[in-house]
């Protein structure tokens, strides 16, 4: 199994998700290749069984939260039905960020297998290992399913 996370990142947030979401894999024993969007392996991708995407959530702290720099991730090759599973980093709430971003990858004819936010910042910060490793599981679990059929 080959999976590439690709991921927009300014502070370093979202870059230490996607390589902790990436080590994860490997240490699953998936073919992992990682890369800032602006910044892609175009073959590896196209041969990918499955992309994780990720950004940040930009907005006001509450207000207007959407998921951040969409026009980089626009760059990317065509995702139309590719098995994609997003992923949001933010400091409040992820819930708008995660649902614009959801219609951004289904408007682009995705076959969205998994999303998910990861709290990276802020007060409350939690241990996002766990969330990590279920995040990770839960799609090497759909893609052996669907592998099967
Ligand atoms: C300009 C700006 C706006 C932000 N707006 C929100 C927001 O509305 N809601 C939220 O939960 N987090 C918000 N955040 C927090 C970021 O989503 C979070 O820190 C993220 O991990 C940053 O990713 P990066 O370190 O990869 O750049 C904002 C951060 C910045 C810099």
């Known amino acids: 199994m080959k999976i590439a996370v690709l991921y927009?990142?300014?502070r370093g947030g979202t870059?230490?998700?996607a390589h902790a979401i990436a080590k994860n894999f490997?240490?699953?024993?998936?073919?992992?290749?990682?890369?800032?969007?602006?910044?892609?392996?175009a073959q590896f991708v196209l041969s990918a069984d499955l992309l994780v995407i990720g950004t940040w959530t930009d907005g006001f702290?509450?207000?207007?939260?959407k998921p951040a720099q969409i026009g980089?991730?626009?760059?990317?090759?065509?995702?139309?039905?590719?098995?994609?599973?997003?992923?949001?980093t933010y400091?409040?709430?992820?819930?708008?960020?995660?649902?614009?971003?959801?219609?951004?990858?289904l408007d682009?004819?995705?076959?969205?297998?998994?999303?998910?936010?990861?709290?990276v910042?802020?007060?409350?910060?939690?241990?996002?290992?766990?969330?990590?490793e279920s995040f990770t599981e839960h799609l090497i679990m759909s893609n052996a399913t669907t592998k099967s059929q």
């Open 8 to 10: 927009q990142s300014v």
């Open 15 to 17: 870059k230490r998700a």
């Open 26 to 41: 490997q240490d699953k024993g998936v073919i992992v290749g990682i890369y800032p969007v602006t910044d892609i392996d």
């Open 61 to 65: 702290f509450g207000l207007g939260a």
């Open 72 to 88: 980089k991730l626009n760059t990317l090759p065509n995702i139309s039905h590719r098995k994609t599973a997003l992923f949001v």
């Open 91 to 105: 400091e409040i709430d992820p819930t708008k960020s995660l649902q614009q971003f959801e219609h951004w990858a």
């Open 108 to 119: 682009r004819g995705a076959d969205l297998v998994g999303k998910q936010g990861f709290k």
């Open 121 to 132: 910042r802020g007060p409350f910060r939690k241990d996002i290992a766990e969330e990590i």
